[in-house]
């Protein structure tokens, strides 16, 4: 199928053509297909909160895009751009995230026009809590409605206020942990959330690598990320996981790292550790870092060659203006949206890959899932089996060792550990990124009408969706 070449649309429409090209290799009836691609509901709410002795109003969203699964899922984000068309654009990513990786709920997305630098913790405390207020009074969170989770500008400060308000207005509901998933581990959190989405990109990329045909795709060669150069646009939560995890791990060499006051680069790898410490002590900015050179026009920077460009940060960060100009091999879309549909065409021509949001970051909200059960079951994950498993790995060391052999230490060591919850999220996690990517592979390859990984997975997701749909029928 030929690229349509295309002018620059803004993200909700890059999102719907992109639906539209998947929807084209389906058999799927027009007015059905025309349903899964719309948002179902959205609620905008606007509500007063004092703020130093004056009455400021504020203005927010929560929009479902699909409700074939219940609840359904997805961020709430803090920012001072944000608005409906963004906020649905972002709620139908998640309805084809979760379906893409077999988490089984629906699509929905909240947003907060707000600028949360401009607000002291309480102001921001009250403002969070009056909001949450409104979504829980139209049934807008709920754990078996919609669950929230952090997006940008919100984390687990804000995942504890909501939880919190959730449960004072429903003091009766046994579940009311699982209203909102991101939490601190104190306020029924899971362990490995705040990783999630980082560890997410380098499971998917890892997986990637495993696959010899798609590394020839991206004029690559290897099996592994080692020694790969890579730029990370944005050291945020995901930005910082994925770089961070992406060197100690997989002996990446992160040659640049792109922030919003100036980029970092170092061609023989950026130290992620101290950057992201000089950042967090620095209020946040990267400016004045002397192990690496700096440079100020940080967008500059994503045009600079390597093999993995990872944007991690906002929306259409490669876009038309810059597409062509990208010497990067591969793109792995850690932010929702960063490659513009009309970049995506530009960089397509030049044989750029791109690994879709969609799938790449969808580890965030696969962890979610895992910390929504873990709400529910009302018990940590590992608690019932991690000292039985130790109790039986010794049996076995002891069986071995009577044979007459010895076990190494080391193994000894690894073989008595039962899995704790970290483990079992991380093992989760990463069954469910090679999986998704294993799905997406096979499509790509084997259709012809499929020519990228995002239609390959969006086509896999509105399958399942249209599948939920069509079983269950239509109400009355
Ligand atoms: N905000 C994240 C995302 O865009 C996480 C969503 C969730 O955990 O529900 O995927």
Same mark, same amino acid.
């Given at each position: 199928m030929s690229v349509p070449t295309a002018k620059e649309v803004s993200f909700r429409e890059s999102v719907n053509l992109s639906c539209d090209l998947a929807m084209a290799t389906l058999d799927i009836p027009e007015g059905m297909a025309k349903y899964i691609r719309n948002v179902n509901n959205v609620y905008q709410v606007r509500f007063p909160v004092k703020i130093k002795g004056k009455v400021e109003t504020f203005i927010g969203w929560r929009a479902v895009h699909s409700d074939h699964k219940l609840p359904v899922k997805g961020g709430i984000r803090f920012a001072s751009n944000v608005s409906q068309d963004e906020v649905e654009a972002l709620a139908t990513l998640m309805s084809y995230k979760c379906a893409?990786?077999?988490v089984p709920f629906g699509g929905s997305k909240?947003?907060?026009l707000i600028d949360p630098r401009n607000y002291e913790r309480d102001e921001m405390e009250r403002i969070t809590r009056r909001f949450a207020f409104e979504l829980i009074q139209k049934d807008y969170i709920g754990s078996a409605t919609n669950v929230p989770a952090p997006d940008m500008g919100t984390g687990q400060r804000e995942m504890a206020w909501i939880v919190s308000t959730y449960a004072a207005h429903r003091s009766n509901d046994i579940n009311h942990m699982a209203c909102v998933t991101g939490k601190p581990v104190s306020m029924g959190g899971i362990r490995g959330r705040v990783e999630a989405t980082g560890r997410g990109?380098?499971?998917g990329l890892?997986?990637?690598?495993?696959?010899?045909?798609d590394v020839k795709l991206a004029n690559m060669e290897g099996n592994s990320i080692k020694g790969k150069k890579v730029i990370i646009q944005g050291l945020g939560n995901v930005g910082y996981h994925t770089a961070s995890i992406l060197q100690r791990e997989d002996d @990446?060499?992160?040659?640049?790292i792109l922030e919003w006051d100036g980029a970092l680069i170092d061609h023989k790898g950026l130290d992620v550790e101290d950057i992201y410490k000089y950042k967090c002590d620095n209020k946040g900015s990267v400016k004045g870092y002397s192990k690496a050179k700096y440079i100020k026009d940080?967008?500059?920077?994503?045009?600079m060659e390597c093999d993995i460009l990872i944007p991690a940060a906002m929306e259409a960060v490669i876009n038309q203006s810059n597409a062509a100009k990208i010497q990067a091999k591969l793109i792995g879309e850690a932010a929702n949206g960063p490659v513009t549909f009309a970049a995506e065409a530009i960089l397509q021509e030049k044989g750029v890959v791109i690994i879709p949001d969609?799938?790449?970051? @969808?580890?965030?909200v696969t962890v979610s899932y895992f910390e929504w059960i873990k709400n529910l079951s009302h018990i940590r994950f590992g608690r019932m089996n991690k000292r039985w498993e130790e109790g039986q790995n010794q049996l076995l060391i002891q069986a071995i060792e009577k044979t007459g052999s010895k076990v190494p230490q080391d193994l000894v060591e690894k073989l008595s550990q039962g899995a704790d919850e970290v483990a079992l999220v991380r093992s989760g996690l990463d069954d469910t990124m090679r999986k998704a990517f294993q799905d997406i592979h096979e499509c790509y390859w084997s259709n012809e009408k499929i020519n990228n990984y995002r239609i390959a997975a969006m086509a896999i997701a509105i399958k399942k969706i249209h599948t939920s749909y069509a079983?269950?029928?239509i109400y009355p």
């Open positions: 893409l990786v077999d909240g947003g907060l990109v380098v499971c890892r997986e990637f690598f495993r696959h010899p045909e @990446a060499k992160i040659i640049a940080s967008n500059s920077v994503l045009e969609s799938y790449l970051n @969808a580890g965030g079983t269950m029928g």
